[in-house]
């Protein structure tokens, strides 16, 4: 038998909501001894009365419970799901957050739905609401994404420290379709003090991603940085991210070392350093597979020019024709989005190959140059710049940056 106060530590609730479920009788085996109550061991919270979430403290303060160590071995996120069976907003929250790696949109869209309806704490309304931003994504609908960035606006904040969480949760999501005019002037400079620890590994992900997104304006000339122009900038970006992957794989947070490799290859790639960037891509392969975190591949598909699906094929074909059969769905839903957001067009109906070279060209390549790298012919490089320009409509390949 354990006391109410054992009980309340337990199931991460107050002693006085221990009392009063006892009280009710809905405690199974709770006995009243004296002035106090003694529980069996063995009991569980009672569920939540239907349609109603229970608020209890999250095991991190973080709306990103998939990112913390919570998730710390490859192949046991459903074994960690399990970890919060008493803590009913903790457990649906991550279990969506695990989903939505998976790519299970349908799923993810109603669990969003099911914490934005309901009374939730701060972080599961946060945290609804930045699934109902990914969801609007995948589906490409700009009303949608409107409305998820609403919620998340209206978050019940009681702290400075929570409204700097609400400012890293609109930086995540507008990082996901590369619109980096809204972020913080504290997240851009990677000054995390003012966010709890919890929440720093989410932070340094997408603070990767806005160093990437600095880099490839840089380098397809969409914006002009002092002292620096091509690729020189994108090739200081694996300094940055080699030492978070480390430490991520010292704090054990497997989501984040998967993100963390990624962008790294992402940058290798462009800079012609493909066996770092192999070596990356198959470390991330590796860690994603076993719980069928194909969702996270997904996105960066993209950015590889056939290199991820490349060594899929030679890892897991089954593996890569689910990461192909989800990208056809992202990558509509991506494209349409990012362009509504940003206003412009970008195009979902490029091969690999044409958006390789189309790549090479925003970065100022010429089409010897570009040649030579992809070990094709001048004049195939030239066909394929032709088809770009007349699958999406635009003058010439000075406009490449746009499209991207």
């Known amino acids: 038998m354990i006391t109410v106060k054992e009980a309340a530590e337990k199931w991460g609730v107050t002693p006085r909501r221990v009392q009063g479920l006892c009280k009710e009788g809905k405690i199974k085996g709770a006995t009243r001894w004296e002035r106090t109550w003694m529980i069996p061991a063995h009991a569980v919270l009672p569920s939540a009365a239907k349609g109603e979430i229970p608020t209890m403290p999250m095991p991190r303060k973080s709306p990103f419970l998939d990112m913390t160590n919570i998730y710390s071995e490859a192949g046991k996120a459903d074994e960690s799901i399990m970890l919060f069976e008493n803590n009913i907003e903790a457990h649906e929250l991550f279990e969506a957050q695990i989903a939505y790696r998976r790519g299970e949109i349908e799923r993810v869209y109603d669990k969003a739905r099911y914490f934005l309806n309901s009374h939730s704490g701060f972080y599961a309304i946060l945290g609804g609401g930045m699934l109902l931003a990914q969801c609007a994504i995948w589906r490409g609908d700009l009303q949608l994404w409107n409305e998820a960035k609403r919620h998340i ?10 409204r700097e969480i609400v400012s890293l949760s609109l930086a995540v999501i507008d990082s996901s379709i590369y619109d980096n005019h ?25 603070y990767i991603k806005y160093l990437y997104m600095s880099a490839f304006e840089v380098a397809s000339r969409q914006v002009e940085r002092e002292g620096l122009s091509g690729l020189a900038l994108m090739k200081t970006i694996p300094n940055a991210i ?16 998967i993100f963390l490799r990624l962008s790294c290859a992402v940058a290798y790639h462009n800079t012609g350093a ?4 192999i070596k990356h891509i198959d470390k991330a ?9 194909f969702g996270i591949l997904v996105e960066y598909v993209r950015h590889f020019d ?7 094929a030679l890892i897991d074909e089954s593996a890569l024709a689910v990461v192909k059969e989800l990208y ?5 839903g991506w494209s349409r989005l990012s362009g509504a957001v940003r206003n412009r067009y970008v195009a979902s109906n490029l091969t690999s190959r044409e958006r390789e070279v189309a790549k090479l060209a925003a970065f100022g390549f010429t089409s010897k140059e570009i040649s030579s790298m992809l070990y094709i012919s001048e004049s195939t490089v030239k066909q394929t710049v032709l088809r770009v320009v007349q699958k999406t409509g635009v003058k010439d390949r000075s406009e490449f940056s746009s499209i991207l």
């Not at 080699?242 to 070392?257: F, G, R």
């Not at 493909?274 to 960037?277: D, G, V």
């Not at 392969?285 to 975190?293: F, V």
């Not at 056809?328 to 509509?332: A, E, L, P, V």
Request: hydrophobic share 40%.
């Open 153 to 162: 606006c209206e978050a019940p904040c009681k702290s400075q420290s929570q």
């Open 182 to 206: 809204d972020f913080p002037e504290w997240f851009m400079r990677g000054n995390f003090e003012a966010l709890p620890p919890d929440a720093h590994p989410c932070a340094k992900v997408f």
């Open 285 to 293: 392969i590796a860690l994603a597979l076993p719980d069928g975190l």
């Open 306 to 312: 056939g290199l991820l699906e490349e060594r899929l």
């Open 242 to 257: 080699e030492p978070l992957i480390s430490q991520a794989v010292v704090d054990k947070t497997v989501i984040p070392e």
């Open 328 to 332: 056809r769905t992202y990558s509509i």
């Open 274 to 277: 493909k066996e770092l960037a």
